[in-house]
């Protein structure tokens, strides 16, 4: 976890302050997303084995594409949240993950 730490300090270190605020929007757009999710799946209290491409509609919908200044297909965007998903629950499984996949998609597109 410490490890953790010190490359989370690191990498908001190597950010310029639009980076910051675009991770600290992407983090509220992917927190907002889980929140919409759990309540069009409150009948299976949030359990969906297709999350991913609930999420990335409602994403690409709300404009996520755009916060990273890039050109996202529906499919890569599931791909790469099953991707996030799967690298956050193996190294950092007690993190926010809002803030570990906002990590995610500002370490890959916005440099």
């Known amino acids: 976890m ?26 509220a757009l992917l927190h907002q997303t889980g929140e ?28 996520f594409d755009t916060l990273l200044d890039a050109k996202l297909l529906k499919s890569d965007l599931i791909y790469l949240l099953v991707l996030v998903d799967k690298q956050q629950r193996s190294e950092a499984p007690g993190v926010h993950w809002e803030k570990y996949y906002a990590d995610f998609f500002v370490n890959r597109y916005l440099k």
């Open 2 to 27: 410490v490890v953790l730490l010190q490359h989370e300090k690191e990498a908001s270190s190597n950010m310029n302050e639009e980076q910051k605020q675009r991770k600290e929007t992407i983090a």
């Open 36 to 63: 919409d999710h759990l309540v069009t799946h409150k009948e299976t209290n949030g359990d969906d084995p297709d999350w991913s491409i609930w999420y990335a509609d409602h994403l690409l919908e709300n404009g």
